[in-house]
């Protein structure tokens, strides 16, 4: 197992604690230096607030560790392409590579619905690698399953 | 003085507060059945946490206030054009009017670069009206200014 899927697995355990608040499954990794500076899942309904997705805790908690608001020679993984909101977080961080599990068609903000991360226009470029983790999707379709 | 000046004349107040935190000032304040449910200002060098530009920090408190992270019927008063990050929160509360101080032509989300809040692909519109505030303007360029 290469070193991205493992941090991508520590991240589908994150989406998998979101399960126990009955959250989306989602969860988010930060990594610097090979080290893991912060891990954070889903907790909108839970915290009763909408900011409150995977990515964007993990960028509160690693700019906590590193005391500092740049985050740029971080990399996130995270196990579903991120919404505009956490895109825009993102870029805010600075964060330097993102690795994505899989693809949100509804309103992913990372090329699938619109492209925030790689955007000649704002002032930040996000090196992007999909990873493409059946696990990360199947997790998303049997929590809306058994919503429905 | 008509209702949405006074409501943006507050979101001034705001932004001015941030500048005693020698932060960028941009204020925001979010209004329910024509009461300020909540008022916040730029803290993000502040905090060390680069999501804590005002409308994010307005929508954790209008969530908080009113015990649901659905602002559907909530209007946000904002000095300056949100960014990505700002305006994917705005859709992710489902705020329903958006009043804007003036634009921001580097990574203004609501139709300057980008437009996250009238997008047909995502799943919440906002309806947006422009103020054109001068002192929305004037404090960020006297702040820039005196920044350089």
């Known amino acids: 197992m290469n070193q991205n899927s493992v941090f991508m697995e520590i991240a589908i355990q994150e989406a998998r604690k979101a399960l126990i608040f009955n959250e989306v499954p989602v969860g988010a990794v930060i990594v610097k ?14 915290n009763n607030d909408p900011t ?5 805790l993990a960028i509160k908690k690693a700019c906590k560790a590193l005391n500092n608001w740049r985050l740029n020679d971080c990399s996130m993984y995270v196990t579903l392409e991120p919404c505009p909101m956490c895109a825009g977080a993102i870029i805010q ?14 309103s992913g903000a990372c090329g ?3 492209n925030i991360v790689q955007n000649d226009s ?9 990873l493409y983790n059946k696990d990360c999707s199947l997790l998303l379709e049997n929590f809306f399953k058994h919503k429905r």
């Open 112 to 114: 699938s619905v619109l």
């Open 122 to 130: 704002l002032n930040h470029w996000v090196n992007v690698q999909w």
């Open 93 to 106: 961080s600075r964060i330097k590579n993102l690795y994505i599990g899989t693809f949100d068609d509804r």
């Open 33 to 46: 230096d090979n080290k893991i500076i912060a891990t954070a899942h889903n907790l909108k309904e839970f």
């Open 52 to 56: 409150c997705h995977a990515e964007i």
